[in-house]
C-alpha cells in the first residue's frame, strides 16, 4: 500500500497526466489556429503592400506629368526638340514595370521565433 505522501504524489500524477491527454489536443489545434493565422496576415500585408504600390502607379499616371514621363520611359517619346538615345544592357529587367513583382503567397511564412520553433516541435506543426 501506498503511504500519504505516496498516494498524493500518485494523485497528483494520475490528475496531471490526465490533463494532459485530454488538453492536449485542443493547445495543438488552438496553437495551429495561431499559426496559420499569422501567416494569413502575412499573406494580407504583402498583398496590401501590392495594393499600394499598384495604387502609387496608378495616381502618378493620373497626371500630365505622369504620363509624359511614362511615354518616354515606355515608348521612348520626345518632345519637339528633343534628342533622345537608345540605351540597351543598362541592367533593366525588360519588363518597363516600376511595379515590385507580385506576391508570391505559398512563399510567405508565419513569423517566427525562438519560441515558435519550440512549439512547432511541441504540437508537430509544419508550414
Do not use: C, H
Not at 499600394?52 to 515606355?74: H, K, M, P, Y
Request: hydrophobic share 40%.
Amino acid at each position: 500500500m501506498l503511504t500519504g505522501a505516496k498516494r498524493v504524489a500518485a494523485i497528483v500524477a494520475i490528475v496531471v497526466l490526465l490533463a494532459i491527454v485530454i488538453l492536449y489536443p485542443v493547445g495543438r489545434t488552438y496553437y495551429q489556429t495561431i499559426r496559420d493565422e499569422q501567416r494569413t496576415q502575412a499573406q494580407v500585408d504583402a498583398v496590401q503592400a501590392y495594393n499600394d504600390a499598384i495604387s502609387a502607379e496608378n495616381d502618378s499616371l493620373n497626371t500630365d506629368e505622369g504620363v509624359e514621363a511614362e511615354a518616354r520611359a515606355e515608348y521612348g517619346w520626345v518632345e519637339k526638340g528633343d534628342q533622345s538615345a537608345l540605351v540597351t544592357n543598362a541592367g533593366d529587367n525588360g519588363s518597363g514595370s516600376k511595379l515590385p513583382a507580385q506576391p508570391d503567397l505559398e512563399s510567405i511564412k508565419a513569423p517566427q521565433t525562438w519560441y515558435y520553433s519550440l512549439l512547432d516541435a511541441v504540437f508537430f506543426v509544419s508550414e
